[in-house]
């Protein structure tokens, strides 16, 4: 089956939906492809307390439910499934692409856009412990930013050696009464400067050469199970006492289904113009090629840097309003 649309959006959580709004209202007609998680990767958390018009703050899914109704509101339909495969269409002589870009859902829907609008997110990178899903938004967190209110004066661990965990750390030093940083290196991997700031830092207890085993405690996460120097004659195992876990080993943009399309960076993320959300094609040095006419990204699959909802919504009404200028210049 075959469905020609002005504008498609790829993603349903805050840069997705908030494309679909901002393309709504400029009497775009979005379609917007939900994919495997609706609402995205912030209904992994348990409350949103720093996204404004919340005072109170709000449970995630309520929070994506409003912006979805939001966005139903100004005329976006809403298609279930995940997107399986894409054909990008390159410039014509005329700056525009040669033919409308082609997406299809479950193999089987095929969809033809004048425009589409990426916001497919990233996934944190996980151990793969059996705990971790068990205590999922219940002390496991990805998100020091996100979650870290909710443990103030209380006891963390970060898992993770670089920059990442490092600023982790810190951030959550500045609210917890201790942090515990789990790295399985004899060493810090992140940069002098960083590593100095944990290091000098004293609510911070630096664990090198452990690993986690497992995650423990009664409906939520107590305590945490390590082993040090696994394999080696002085290997010893250690039980912390924790009130929440946060992982801080990186994260993986939903990005591999357009690699052979679109401009990445060495770690999947989205490679935009500037200060725009326009995409490139990729190069043979893996850098960015020429612009890729009518496809724009948005969110977190296109930002390694800040991974807020907020920024990813601002993100997804420029997408839109590029969209916007690019689908009337046709």
């Known amino acids: 089956m075959v469905n020609r649309v002005k504008c498609l959006i790829i993603g349903s959580g805050p840069a997705g939906y908030t494309a679909a709004i901002y393309a709504g209202r400029a ?9 495997p998680q609706l609402g995205g990767q912030l209904t992994t958390t348990t409350e949103v307390e720093n996204f404004p018009g919340y005072p109170d703050g709000v449970e995630p899914f309520q929070m994506m439910d409003d912006m979805r109704r939001q966005a139903e509101r100004f005329g976006t339909q809403f298609v279930s499934g995940v997107v399986t495969k894409v054909n990008f269409q390159t410039t014509s002589n005329t700056g525009k692409a040669r033919k409308p870009h082609q997406v299809w859902v479950e193999d089987t829907d095929l969809y033809e856009a004048d425009a589409v609008i990426i916001a497919t997110g990233a996934s944190a990178k996980y151990l793969g412990i059996e705990s971790e899903r ?6 496991v967190s990805a998100c020091a ?13 970060v898992v993770g050696g670089g920059d990442t965990a490092c600023e982790e750390a810190n951030y959550l030093a500045g609210l917890c009464e201790k942090v515990y940083m789990i790295v399985r290196k004899p060493y810090l991997r992140a940069s002098e400067i960083m590593q100095q700031r944990v290091l000098n830092n004293p609510k911070i207890e630096v664990l090198f050469e452990h690993n986690t085993l497992q995650l423990t405690g009664e409906g939520k996460v107590q305590g945490a199970d390590l082993i040090y120097r696994k394999g080696e004659p002085d290997e010893a195992t250690k039980h912390i006492a924790i009130d929440g876990f946060f992982l801080a080993i990186g994260h993986h943009p939903n990005t591999e289904l357009f690699k052979d399309f679109i401009a990445r960076d060495p770690e999947g993320y989205i490679i ?5 959300t326009q995409c490139y094609t990729p190069s043979l040095e893996g850098r960015a090629g020429e612009r890729l006419p009518g496809v724009f990204a948005a969110g977190d699959c296109a930002d390694p840097h800040y991974r807020q909802a907020i920024v990813a919504a ?12 690019y689908i009337k210049s046709l």
Request: with cysteine; charged share 30%; hydrophobic share 30%.
């Open 145 to 157: 930013t996100c979650d870290g209110f909710f443990y103030r004066k209380k006891t963390v661990a």
């Open 314 to 325: 601002g993100s997804g009404a420029k997408a839109a309003i590029e969209a916007d200028k």
């Open 272 to 276: 935009t113009h500037d200060d725009s």
């Open 134 to 139: 068990t205590y999922k938004g219940r002390g």
């Open 27 to 35: 009497n775009l007609a979005p379609v917007l492809i939900e994919g």
